[in-house]
């Protein structure tokens, strides 16, 4: 199982692509999210992938530096899809709401000919809090975040390594942790957690304000879980030249498990 950080930034950044990523494992592959805009394609094809091998696409909500570049990715599928030069299917998941909106925008902004294809080669799959779905192959959990702004989910997924050995990856988000997600976290083989900022900045860029949490915050989280692999992102981007060894730095002083700080386009095997 492979991981790339196709963007590692939060809404508001300029420096770097707002956070998205790829899950690779047998020549199948899973996007989640797909930040603001149709820079997502540039990201793909940056990152060696080519678009049209994202058969599966899970959103965790509906705020605009996660479901735009969806809007994008549909666009390119069902337009290909309807010239004749897309290869099979493809679905998109997501919790009702983000369901929703991308039926209701895509009926506004796309052709008629392209929105006859939804439900043919392009299938918008709504997911329940706790409901299990396939992906790579493999398992997955997608489970409500209970955010306190929009809608949000989350997914745990897990896969066979050696004998009879499992690996656990859950994403949380990019909202701080809930106990409520303690039965999908706990424990995992890799945990990817928000983190806006660093614990020393938070008088800079107000993450509480925000509903956002610190490395520092991850990093205890992460302590406190039992987690083996930490991925941090959803991060500001002042400093990106230094972003790595800072955050690092501070995640190493709560946290001794495995801590990473992905910048765009890195890849990290699991």
Not at 107 to 132: C, M, P, Y
Request: proline share 2%; glycine share 8%; aromatic share 10%.
């Amino acid at each position: 199982m492979k991981l790339t950080m196709l963007g590692t930034g939060n809404a508001l950044v300029t420096e770097c692509y707002n956070t998205c990523f790829v899950l690779e494992q047998n020549g199948k592959y899973l996007l989640v999210d797909a930040g603001g805009g149709n820079q997502v394609l540039y990201q793909l094809k940056a990152a060696g992938y080519n678009w049209m091998d994202m058969k599966d696409i899970f959103v965790t909500h509906k705020h605009l530096d996660h479901i735009m570049g969806v809007f994008w990715m549909m666009r390119m599928i069902l337009q290909y899809s309807n010239e004749g030069t897309y290869p099979g299917e493809a679905t998109i998941y997501g919790h009702d709401q983000v369901i929703d909106l991308l039926t209701e925008i895509s009926a506004k902004l796309l052709k008629k000919k392209e929105i006859a294809l939804i439900g043919k080669k392009l299938h918008l799959v709504t997911l329940r809090d706790g409901q299990e779905f396939e992906v790579l192959g493999e398992k997955a959990r997608a489970f409500d975040i209970q955010s306190t702004k929009a809608k949000q989910f989350g997914f745990s997924l897990t896969w066979p390594c050696d004998g009879d050995c499992k690996k656990k990856l859950t994403c949380c988000g990019d909202e701080p942790y809930k106990d409520c997600e303690k039965l999908y976290a706990q424990g995992s083989d890799w945990l990817l957690h928000e983190a806006f900022c660093l614990y020393d900045d938070r008088d800079r860029f107000h993450p509480y304000e925000k509903h956002h949490s610190t490395v520092k915050d991850a990093a205890e989280l992460a302590e406190e879980l039992g987690v083996k692999n930490l991925i941090l992102y959803h991060t500001e981007d002042s400093d990106l030249a230094h972003r790595k060894e800072r955050y690092l730095a501070e995640a190493g002083r709560y946290y001794h498990g495995h801590a990473y700080v992905p910048d765009d386009l890195e890849s990290i095997e699991l």
